[in-house]
């Protein structure tokens, strides 16, 4: 394999590519680039080419891009600069990582495929510890299933697992249809530890309770949002004020790109939107950089 | 142990009245009443004695008594018939099963406290088929801890765990809390999957996913709510179009004592009032009987 | 007419029992309760005698005893005191003004009339401004259209119009739904004030609109929610940092009997459910207090 | 003034289209297309030239094109062909009727300014009968407002009145604005008389003292969405069983535009999106086609 292109070096980006340049002794040539000179350096750092542009990167012959970007609008500017800047005789694999909607995975997967290149879409899950660990699930979109394996030793660096969830797109919608049900999770979990709460449950064993029964879940067990529970079980990030978490900036960009799918697909969403709007007026009393079980304070009308 | 009365003989109360008077040749000596001859009759096969009363319950000098019951107002109807038949000297033994408001569970600790009895709220999950089969678990309140080791062996009869939730009313408390919980991951999960399979992902692969993800929940896993996860799982209501789970009608109703609840503690519940709300609408358009999954047929327009 | 008993000088009861005892040279003789001194001597200096107790007005043999009180709980602990202490041949008509649920109407209603009594509930639209001017709407529910007429000369000093919605409760109810629709009016001007300004229209320009199509609305006319357009208009609490007006703590505690009664008729609100938890957010928020408008503000994660 | 292209003749279009041919012994010289055959036999037989294509509009030298199109989509595919086939020396007046995006507005602003045209976006209120009657309101948006003053004596013949919103778009937004202020006061209607109802009052009554109190508004007074209310003051789709007025389906398409506008705009609107849904699911059970007042069955379950 020859070289492979990284653009996008963010809290996901940065430790993704280190794992590609680094993970055992692989010697992959890898060429990164960001717009952020600091994360480029870190990114030469750890052994990386770095390039000046995206453009750069576009014109290195590069067999595999990987994208890793903030969103539609991100992946809209940056996608067109590759396909002038690509050879287009080279038939270059594009995986974009970035959690978008599908129709902009469709829209840029018809667009390549006409120009002779192959593409998927592979956001993650995992967060910013599987990406530094190397243990991310990739959720995988590509029309023919050989494109995923042509990738899978990549993205088995990057992470431990990759599923094949269908055609272009259904990589960003599958990913999209977890957090939308991780966020009803995540609301569940905090209204009932508040309610618990104050109806003089002890919230250590109320979440015991919910653990072994049917309101187990992620948000319960493994981020529970009270920062009691979280420290009695030394995980989650309520434990530390919800600094390091999955921000609820995030969560609602998330909820908003499952809506906004929902709308198009004639799907309705009544607790989906209501939890869009209730990380939209989070982030805007001020809470958007805190991970998502802040919630718990936000209901409360605390700051956490 | 002498004499157990047993008034409730439900869809729950009759199979756990049927483990206490033969599970383990324990030839417990239980004294069963409802309402309903056909369920007495049932209680009758099973080897219990009946009563045709609730106030020959109450004067059969039973250590303890274990109430079954559909709601608050059923627990107000027959606690003061019981109150009035009791030996007042005995120290009976009351423990209610039912699903109640706390403050219920509360104020009936109060008065059988000032009449010499004891008492605990132990509410139950584990359905139907935990009642069969003698696995549920109880969530007790009781201001004394004793008052649980005294009732230990009864429950160990009829279910596999018995957590002390807190002080009266906290068992109450904890099965609202659960439910609340519960409801809102399911319409999560109703929501994602309607969502994802409109996206074109297959909806085996996405719960799949789910299920191996952040969205991880009871309710993707062991009552996933679309018939062809269902099916291929074989496990949940969904995959017998909705029958013989854990009805809409049945959490409306706790879903509308956990709100009650959040109004009189001064809990905002934005979630669960409106998962509340949509239980209600399922309801009025004719869905109280199937089990609570059927939401996601709901949301689509669709009879089940 | 004999004397006029008035129980609960609150910022409604005050001003209202004032225009009772002066208005018109009424010369009514009016005897005044509550347990705030202040209050009480307000009474006083406006002409009214006072009473030490409740019970002391129930022992005056008034012919109507008016009661203006902050909510159920208050009802309940009020009305008992007053029956012990009444003749029980005197057939008192007890005018009950306080915004109540219905059932706590017609409960008391049951009981008022079992000893000979008669009893209306008349809880009032107008604010305190009506209030002070006798300008009120009393919305009345009683058996008997006399009971009306014979609180009619009291009502007609107090306030303009009184309208008989139906038996007892029928008042009580009448208020709850038009709070309920008022909620969910105010929330829609405040959100399309917010998205019109965010979207470059003038907030002028915006309610003039609104104020001429079909969403014109008193909270968009007379109260409307921006400040701008408030200041404009020369009415309207949020030209005055929303003091003075209906206090969104108020409108959380009448949205929750709304919902407490829908819950118990049977009727789905999911509008209202919403709104209650909005205004119940906005008041854990610290906004309690301020004018119901203040959501506009709330909702921009703003302080007024 | 030379001829006016009119492309679109549905519900609002047609009618909008004979007025300007024929009011007031116009004379004005109108050449209309539809991709409606039918549509288009009446216009002609309106005394309209017709149409065979929107390029045909585009290349007749109209000094104005009016378009009052379906949605975003159509004004996307339209527009196009209208810029395409225009003079581009003539700087022809665009006047979209259309209920859309602001962004698409103000885009498609952009786009023929650079060509030297000039464009407003000019929704309506008043609906069918508006249209019939010619007394429809224009929302205008446009940058310079000589633009309105330009297309007013048009706008004369069609509606009663115009007001001038802001810049390009601001028509757009004031529309979406006013439509999600109006569903929020419907939902709330329909809740209340609902609940009224339900509690014993008589509707009418419950009408009638909204309508004398805070919650009068169009949606209580003028499209009450009870039928025996509507039948009573003999206005009101309610009262023809949901027929003739405005549709459930349009109600949630503006509420589509209103929200999707608010996400952009970073404004929170909980209200706004949860009356989105709801309309979404009456559509999805197939009252798409009622006036958006039938909410009011479908909250009760029933048919209309």
Known sequence: MSSVGFIGLGNMGLPMSINLATANDSKMDVIA???N???LNLAKEAGMRTASSVEEIGASNCSVIITMLPGCQAVDAVTP???ESCDPNASTLFVDCSTVHPSTSRRWNEELKEKGHTRMDAPVSGGVKGATDGTLTFMVGCDDPATLQHAQPLLDIMGQRSIHCGTAGAGSATKLCNNLALAAQMLGICEAMNLGESLGVDPIVLAQV????TAKSWSCEVNNPH?????????????NRYEGGFGSKLMQKDLSLAVSAGADAGVALPVGVLSKELYHMATLHGLGDKDFGVMLQFLRGQKP
């Open 81 to 83: 600069m590759l396909l």
């Open 33 to 35: 680039f960001d717009a």
């Open 37 to 39: 000179p600091t994360a």
């Open 210 to 213: 919910m653990n072994t029964s």
């Open 227 to 239: 920062p009691v529970v979280a420290t009695d079980r030394g995980t989650g990030a309520a434990a």
